[in-house]
């Protein structure tokens, strides 16, 4: 009976009915958690050691204080990773690399608590099938490979991942702001994450207005992501 209790209560199903339980925003907190310790690993075991070959170019910002060489860079370049990682180091004055060994894994938890909140927002999943996507998601190569140097282009596609349940489906003032304020975000973080958002936000406008489905919710949509269509 023991091990049966124990087994309920450490399985998947049984994780994921502790998830359900949970509000969103816990849950959100536990996965973020979860992926911040994965990709913690690789950092503990390579010590003072950066990982990747990008590591060093960032460093190198994050000295220099230098985001914008020119004023045009604010329109023409995708800075908002080296704006961010600046003024951390600008506030915490902690060696770069050390800072880098902190947000590396910090990036990959926004994306694999991304990975959860696109399952159950967008595509309705139950806990046990998203937490199931998080896992697969987080242990897999492809994904840690891109987070070893590849900061910018993680920053791009954790926000990407919770700005696309709202896409099509904006109901509120609060929903048409976050959209607005997540696509921007996203122009300025990667460009490979814009193109992705542009086209998925156009595709799904263009298919619901070709079915004459098209929706205030979609007028919305096209609204929210016209500033960060203009400065892409």
Same mark, same amino acid.
């Given at each position: 009976?023991?091990?049966?209790?124990?087994?309920?209560?450490?399985?998947?199903?049984?994780?994921?009915?502790?998830?359900?339980?949970?509000?969103?925003?816990?849950?959100?907190?536990?996965?973020?958690?979860?992926?911040?310790?994965?990709?913690?690993?690789?950092?503990?075991?390579?010590?003072?050691?950066?990982?990747?070959?990008?590591?060093?170019?960032?460093?190198?910002?994050?000295?220099?204080?230098?985001?914008?060489?020119?004023?045009?860079?604010?329109?023409?370049?995708?800075?908002?990773?080296?704006?961010?990682?600046? /003024?951390?180091?600008?506030?915490?004055?902690?060696?770069?690399?050390?800072?880098?060994?902190?947000?590396?894994?910090?990036?990959?938890?926004?994306?694999?608590?991304?990975?959860?909140?696109?399952?159950?927002?967008?595509?309705?999943?139950?806990?046990?099938?998203? =937490? /199931?996507?998080?896992?697969?998601?987080?242990?897999?190569?492809?994904?840690?490979?891109?987070?070893?140097?590849?900061?910018?282009?993680?920053?791009?596609?954790?926000?990407?991942?919770?700005?696309?349940?709202?896409?099509?489906?904006?109901?509120?003032?609060?929903?048409?702001?976050?959209?607005?304020? =997540?696509?921007?975000?996203?122009?300025?973080?990667?460009?490979?994450?814009?193109?992705?958002?542009?086209?998925?936000?156009?595709?799904?406008?263009?298919?619901?207005?070709?079915?004459?489905?098209?929706?205030?919710?979609?007028?919305?949509?096209?609204?929210?992501?016209?500033?960060?269509?203009?400065?892409?």
């Amino acid at each position: 009976m023991k091990n049966l209790n124990f087994h309920s209560r450490f399985s998947l199903g049984g994780l994921a009915a502790r998830f359900d339980t949970l509000s969103g925003a816990k849950a959100l907190s536990l996965l973020f958690f979860s992926g911040f310790l994965v990709r913690l690993i690789p950092e503990l075991m390579a010590g003072a050691i950066p990982i990747g070959f990008d590591t060093i170019y960032y460093a190198s910002v994050m000295k220099n204080g230098v985001v914008w060489a020119h004023w045009s860079s604010f329109f023409t370049s995708a800075w908002f990773f080296e704006a961010l990682t600046t /003024a951390l180091y600008s506030v915490s004055q902690v060696d770069p690399f050390l800072l880098l060994k902190i947000v590396a894994p910090a990036l990959f938890g926004l994306n694999v608590a991304g990975v959860y909140w696109v399952g159950r927002k967008l595509l309705g999943w139950n806990a046990k099938l998203c =937490l /199931a996507a998080t896992g697969l998601f987080a242990f897999q190569l492809a994904t840690l490979r891109i987070s070893w140097d590849l900061l910018p282009n993680t920053l791009g596609m954790g926000l990407l991942l919770f700005a696309l349940p709202f896409v099509g489906k904006l109901g509120s003032t609060r929903d048409f702001t976050v959209l607005a304020l =997540l696509s921007l975000l996203i122009v300025f973080a990667h460009e490979y994450a814009a193109v992705a958002l542009i086209t998925i936000v156009l595709g799904v406008v263009a298919w619901r207005f070709a079915r004459k489905n098209f929706s205030r919710a979609d007028g919305m949509t096209l609204l929210a992501v016209l500033p960060a269509l203009s400065f892409f």
